[in-house]
């Protein structure tokens, strides 16, 4: 007799990168966002081509940075014959956690090329929190 091992997990990240999750009206994950830090500035860079300037929306709560708004809801007409239609229309929101606490009243952002730059300066006295913890015997 042969056994299969049971791995209930296996699949977690195909489910939550895969069709369904684009299929549900406001959790798609087509907002590709890169964090990173420069010369004291937490920077993220968004990809939000489409999107007209005026629909963005910025916040800025504690450590999280949310960018939403509306790309271009575009009437779909019986007409055409669609090979493929993957454009994600319509509303949109993507949180990311910051990596340090930032100064969000100095935060400032531009908008170029489809890419959304948002510079928020590091906190001074904000450090990197790690905490050890002892494995008890």
Do not use: C, H
């Not at 549900?24 to 860079?45: M, R």
């Not at 999107?51 to 509306?70: M, N, R």
């Amino acid at each position: 007799m042969n056994l299969i091992q049971w791995k209930p997990l296996s699949n977690f990240d195909s489910f939550f990168n895969g069709d369904f999750m684009n299929s549900v009206p406001g959790l798609q994950t087509d907002l590709s966002v890169d964090v990173y830090e420069k010369k004291g500035t937490i920077i993220a860079e968004i990809s939000l081509s489409g999107v007209a300037e005026s629909e963005i929306d910025i916040s800025i709560e504690d450590d999280f940075l949310t960018i939403s708004g509306q790309r271009e809801e575009v009437q779909e007409i019986d007409e055409k014959q669609y090979y493929s239609k993957e454009i994600k229309r319509g509303s949109f929101a993507r949180t990311v956690r910051l990596p340090r606490m930032v100064k969000a009243d100095k935060a400032t952002a531009s908008y170029k090329n489809g890419v959304l730059e948002v510079k928020m300066p590091i906190m001074e006295g904000a450090k990197e929190k790690t905490i050890k913890v002892k494995l008890s015997e």
